[in-house]
């Protein structure tokens, strides 16, 4: 077939094409990113130089160190010097850590991975099955069972359930292990390898550092999974109905499949590309909004470390946590796309 | 021989605002022929075809005097047991290839999937009954067609295909749902004659779903007239002109003729007593001796 060859040429083109526009719209996303915080940062009414210096140093000083920090240049330049350290690594020093930002975001935002990680994973262990049952039993048991668990995620403060989680599994109960990441004896004692304490003390093959890490993430993630499991199922159960209805479930139950085979087989494998997005938007946000979990379980990660660094003043620590948790935005995305493309034969 | 016979079905709704019948007590016997349903929109004719797949989903309720395929009782079966009826004895061809083949699974899975469930075996034989049903059907090059997906190919071709997977695992009986509706018509008639000799060959009885009535007239034997969820007519196709109820003499004179040509074709007058009468029933004694 003469053809052929011509048409897989041309494809060939195409999918290069769109894999350069992808990575074009990713670079400018990022750079839009970049010049956003840069002008938030230049833009907050916090004087850097007075951060540095002190605020009894004299003129001759705060000059020089204004100078020194390149604040007399044009808002251009200062900008390209922003970019270029970025692009380098450098978010500059944190003023209440005394630590380079990059350092502390190594430290704390591995502990947010962790978190977000465990939590989205429950949620999607519970949510995709929980959402795919009440579609299938529209107006069932599990529908409502489903509909109350998802109101009450929807509607419950985080910071309440999370006290109340405490009182009753760390203060009453005694099954969870209580605030922080480790409990003191194990403190400090796990290499750091990858920074995610639960994978670091498996490699060192300490079973009882992992059981006390585990022990002490499990409520918190717990908590986190509950919020994204009430979206998840949600989102799951409307994508499922839409597809039940389809023509092609007719044809499958036509054949004489199995509800089971009709509702997974078919149905689910048509949802799985839209439950994708969904998901990896829901990690996104548990990335950067596990905020007020972190505080209320002591929890050393990225939210908290932004929130103490903004209460602080501390702007070169805010830009660098905000860029990073924009850039894992924007890789999620980016993920959920050519996940898109794998999985969906119309896009290729 | 009689494959399905039906007494008095009738699909009802209940909604807010009382129940709603959609089929209201027809009754037709299928032999291994080519029966037409015809009806406007609304006239209950697929839920005809639904109701006795067992296809009419809750709150729908399906009951008859009578429901029985080969003589064994079909209506309302436990679905373990429907299921092992459909498909595998009963099937159907819908109105779209585009929205009844499931676009994320290749055509090959599909008619695989639809063979191997009834008939079982491994999976190379399933795949070679696949390529054989779609040479069947005419699909030049079938191991390419056997990897593609549904958006990859033409309208005709995937009611085509559509008909190769509802026939892998040898029905007795297809009901074709509109198969034509969604088709160019230069590529109708090509799948309708597919379907035809396939139809023949196999010796199945095939129910006609449509509202094209010259289309039926010339591609079946016999034509019931649905209006309102209940029979006004049966008479068989040649016939058709000669009908003698004046809803389906009225569908006749609104259809264009050339060598009759009006100015203005007349709008069908309905009345409200064809709900209720009686179905008119032609000579039918003579062409199916021990029929209805």
């Not at chain 1, 290069?16 to 990022?30: K, N, P």
């Not at chain 1, 704390?108 to 579609?135: C, D, Q, R």
């Not at chain 2, 007519?233 to 259809?255: I, M, V």
């Amino acid at each position: 077939m003469p053809p052929a060859p011509n048409g897989r040429a041309a494809a060939r083109r195409r999918r290069a094409r769109s894999i350069g526009g992808t990575v074009l719209s990713l670079v400018l996303t990022l750079l839009g990113l970049l010049l956003v915080t840069f002008i938030i940062g230049r833009v907050m009414p916090i004087d850097p130089v007075l951060k540095v210096v002190g605020d009894r140093a004299t003129q001759a000083q705060y000059d020089a160190a204004y100078q020194a920090m390149g604040l007399d240049q044009p808002l251009y330049i200062q900008f390209a010097r922003y970019l270029g350290d970025v692009v380098t690594g450098d978010f500059g020093r944190s003023i209440s850590t005394g630590q380079l930002v990059v350092d502390d975001i190594k430290r704390v935002f591995p502990a947010t991975v962790e978190l977000a990680t465990l939590g989205t994973l429950i949620g999607v262990l519970i949510g995709v099955p929980l959402g795919v049952i009440a579609a299938a039993r529209r107006g069932g048991v599990v529908d409502q069972v489903a509909r109350v668990v998802a109101l009450v995620g929807y509607s419950m403060p985080i910071f309440w359930l999370g006290l109340m989680g405490l009182l009753v599994f760390y203060g009453i109960l005694g099954w969870v292990g209580g605030p922080g990441r480790q409990g003191i004896i194990y403190d400090g004692m796990i290499p750091t390898v990858t920074g995610l304490i639960l994978v670091d003390s498996l490699i060192a093959g300490d079973w009882g550092a992992f059981k006390d890490a585990f022990s002490h993430i499990i409520l918190p993630a717990s908590l986190l999974g509950y919020f994204s499991l009430a979206y998840i199922s949600r989102m799951t159960r409307s994508f499922m109905l839409e597809q039940l209805s389809a023509e092609y479930i007719t044809t499958a139950r036509v054949k004489g499949l199995s509800e089971r085979a009709v509702i997974w087989r078919h149905a689910f494998r048509n949802i799985r590309i839209p439950l994708i997005t969904v998901i990896a938007l829901s990690f996104g946000s548990l990335l950067e909004g596990s905020v007020l979990t972190e505080i209320i379980f002591s929890w050393p990660g990225l939210g908290q470390y932004i929130t103490k660094s903004l209460l602080a003043g501390d702007m070169n620590a805010v830009l660098g946590g905000t860029v990073v948790v924009g850039t894992c935005f924007v890789a999620l995305n980016l993920l959920s796309d050519i996940l898109y493309r794998v999985l969906d034969p119309r896009s290729k | 021989m009689t494959l399905l016979s039906v007494r008095n079905l009738r699909v009802s709704f209940p909604t807010r605002q009382g129940t709603f019948e959609a089929v209201r007590g027809i009754s037709f016997d299928l032999g291994r022929e080519r029966l037409g349903v015809v009806g406007e929109s609304g006239s209950g004719k697929s839920m005809t075809g639904r109701a006795i797949l067992g296809l009419v989903r809750p709150p729908g309720i399906v009951t008859a005097d009578r429901m029985e395929l080969e003589g064994q009782p079909i209506l309302n079966l436990p679905e373990g047991r429907m299921r092992r009826i459909r498909g595998r004895r009963i099937s159907m061809v819908m109105q779209d290839p585009k929205f009844s083949l499931n676009p994320v699974m290749t055509i090959g899975d599909q008619i695989v999937e639809a063979y191997r469930l009834h008939a079982g075996g491994a999976k190379p034989a399933a795949r070679q009954k696949a390529l054989e049903m779609l040479r069947a059907v005419q699909i030049r090059d079938p191991e390419r067609v056997m990897g593609a997906y549904p958006h990859e190919v033409s309208g005709g071709m995937g009611q085509r295909i559509m008909i190769a997977m509802m026939l892998a695992p040898d029905p007795e009986i297809l009901i074709a749902d509109e198969p034509t509706s969604a088709l160019d018509v230069s590529v109708r008639t090509e799948v309708l004659n597919i379907m035809d000799r396939l139809v023949r060959d196999r010796g199945m009885g095939l129910i006609f779903i449509s509202h094209d009535l010259n289309l039926v007239a010339q591609f079946c034997d016999r034509v019931l007239i649905m209006y309102a969820g209940r029979i006004v007519e049966t008479l068989a196709a040649k016939d058709l002109h000669q009908a003698r109820h004046p809803y389906t003499q009225g569908l006749l004179n609104s259809l264009p003729r050339l060598d009759a040509p009006v100015d203005r074709l007349p709008v069908l007058q309905r009345q409200d007593s064809w709900r209720e009468g009686d179905t008119i029933t032609q000579s039918l004694e003579t062409e199916f001796p021990g029929g209805l």
